[in-house]
């Protein structure tokens, strides 16, 4: 700014007896970022905080997978009654009841099939829904059967394949691996950036990609234990192969839709258990089957 | 799931949308306020706001005198908080707080004049902020600011004292 | 650069006014030093980290000040005040004001 006389500025006379040259101070001397500097400094913090993502994410990954083979069943029991009491099931219906005692029996079929067979064993709840075709494993060994996938299962084989799968995400720990990563990115996240801090939703979105990847791994892996185990109970797997042909008729997803699912593409994952299938048949002897 | 991808992407687009117009309008709602608070700052030069007391006009009768105060809200926009949070995460001088402090100071000392009138001064002018929490809860990232700027609007007669 | 915080400065005389000068700077800690400022606290004592922060932060903002002033062809600033707000939390904004004057 260049030096302006008061002469003529000020309003009153006096006021220029009185010593006063009003002149504007530099005003960028008090702002750091012009236009070119702020985007500057946006790739380049960002970029350091995807890399201490990658890095707080893959020490999480190795520390979670690491340690949940050790956990107590104690933490299975508190996760029990977190989830599962909240859901609140309920007593079952009179009319359901013989239903449900009929997928409970296949359950414990399979269950006692399995190589390390766990303890308090399995209960099935059947959920009335009829549009759904899915089934989830929850902490406690808690399978929920929707009726929809019941009534769209091309047999009673596809629908052990579903249970065997469910069983394999047990005997895998996925339920706790699943909830373990999210509980501590999220408790990192709070720790390091501070419970509202903008970027925290920046920060855990890219992270739940990542989760949903690693998540579709867990799939393959107890889509290979339920063939395994299928085999092993009834020494035939062909079941999983037709649950998945029916599950690609259902969803007709295009391909770009792979990366972001929690399950990998139904074609893709008929193609893998087939595979599977062809080579466990191939050596009928199974009587030990490794679990993954 | 097919749905879940779908919430996915609201998800991500929920977040990244208001960064990106953040970055566009607020940068043009930034330089337009700067254009504004510099024309006027032109205009009212003259009448000068200053924190000292009565020792900047001695010798001069003062006829009247009274309390004038000007304040202001301005609101952070998306981008900056962002950068802001990421600023929080590596430390470092938080530029995108300064201009929006800078803004509302400067603001609210123009509309301090505003209240002045034809005031001659103002004289012991003081300036306080307050930052004002705002959706996100308030307490980590700040979404706004208020500037107070107050002071004793003075009109002096017409003759030295004495 | 004389600085002053009274409304003169002592054995000069005023012979000029221009205006208000100031000085701002905000800062944040990164996240490592809150962590450690955080175990400080269970023990009490004075956060050195913190302390320096804001010393920084405070020169940052004089120097500014400064500079306005010089760009008015001023050779004091008196009458300088201090405020620190916390515009948020893990970040202290320093503010400094005075009038920029000439003095003999």
């Known amino acids: 700014m260049a030096p302006l006389s008061g002469l003529g500025l000020a309003r009153n006379a006096d006021l220029d007896a009185m010593k006063w040259t009003p002149r504007l101070p530099d005003d960028a001397v008090n702002t750091s970022l012009t ?17 201490l993502i990658i890095i707080i994410y893959v020490g999480l990954g190795l520390l979670v997978d690491a340690v949940v083979d050790y956990l107590p069943d104690t933490v299975d029991g508190a996760l029990e009654r977190v989830v599962v009491d909240a859901a609140d099931f309920g007593p079952v219906a ?3 009841l013989p239903r449900v005692r009929r997928w409970q029996r296949e359950l414990d079929d399979l269950a006692a099939a399995m190589p390390a067979p766990a303890p308090d064993g399995f209960t099935l709840h059947l959920i009335e829904d009829a549009d759904t075709v899915n089934a989830v494993a929850l ?10 996938l019941i009534d769209a299962a091309p047999g009673v084989d596809a629908v052990r394949f579903v249970l065997a799968h469910e069983l394999g995400h047990f005997a895998n720990r996925d339920h706790l691996r699943g909830l373990g990563r999210r509980l501590l990115l999220a408790l990192a996240a709070s720790l390091v950036l501070g419970s509202d801090n903008p970027v925290s ?6 992270a739940e990609l990542l989760t949903l990847r690693h998540s579709r791994d867990q799939e393959t892996a107890a889509d290979a234990y339920a063939v395994r185990l299928l085999y092993r109970a009834y020494g035939s797997a062909e079941g999983a192969e037709a649950m998945m042909r029916t599950l690609a008729e259902l969803d007709h997803r295009g391909t770009v839709d792979g990366f972001l699912s929690t399950h990998p593409l139904s074609a893709a994952r008929a193609e893998h258990l087939r595979g599977l299938i062809d080579r466990l048949g191939a050596e009928p002897d199974t009587s030990e089957p490794a679990a993954p | 799931m097919p749905l879940e991808t779908l919430f996915q992407f609201i998800n991500l687009a929920f977040i990244i949308v208001p960064i990106i117009i953040g970055l566009v309008v607020g940068s043009l709602v930034e330089r337009r306020h700067y254009r504004s608070i510099r024309r006027r700052e032109t205009d009212t030069m003259a009448q000068p706001a200053v924190p000292l007391g009565l020792s900047a006009l ?22 900056k908080a962002v950068l802001a949070g990421l600023r929080f995460l590596f430390g470092g001088r938080v530029g995108g707080y300064e201009s929006l402090i800078d803004r509302a ?29 705002g959706r996100f809860g308030g307490s980590g990232a700040l979404t706004s600011v208020e500037a107070v700027a107050y002071g004793t609007a003075v009109w002096v007669g017409s003759g030295p004292k004495r | 650069m004389l600085l002053s915080n009274l409304e003169t400065v002592p054995g000069r005389t005023v012979v000029e006014f221009f205006g208000l000068v100031s000085g701002s700077t905000v800062r944040a800690k990164h996240a490592g030093r809150d962590i450690m400022a955080g175990i400080k606290n269970i023990f009490g004592g004075e956060l050195i980290a913190y302390t320096e922060l804001l010393k920084d932060s405070r020169d940052e903002a004089i120097d500014r000040m400064i500079r306005q002033a010089q ?11 201090f405020s620190t707000s916390s515009v948020a939390q893990g970040a202290a904004e320093i503010y400094v004001y005075g009038t920029a004057v000439r003095v003999q």
Do not use: C, Q, Y
């Open chain 1, 35 to 51: 236009r070119l500097t702020i985007l500057r400094e946006m790739v380049w913090l960002s970029s350091l905080a995807a890399g």
């Open chain 1, 94 to 96: 009179e009319p359901t």
């Open chain 1, 139 to 148: 902490p406690g060994g808690h399978v929920l059967l929707f009726t929809g």
């Open chain 1, 201 to 206: 939703p920046l920060v855990l979105a890219p």
């Open chain 2, 58 to 79: 001695s010798g001069v009768t003062i006829e009247r005198a009274h309390l004038v105060t000007g304040s202001t809200v301005v609101a952070m926009d998306a981008f």
């Open chain 2, 105 to 133: 100071r400067r603001e609210a000392t123009l509309r301090m004049k505003v209240a002045a009138g034809d005031a001659d001064a103002i004289l012991n002018v003081r300036l306080e902020t307050f930052a004002i929490g």
């Open chain 3, 71 to 81: 760009g008015m062809g001023a050779n004091a600033i008196v009458n300088i005040r």
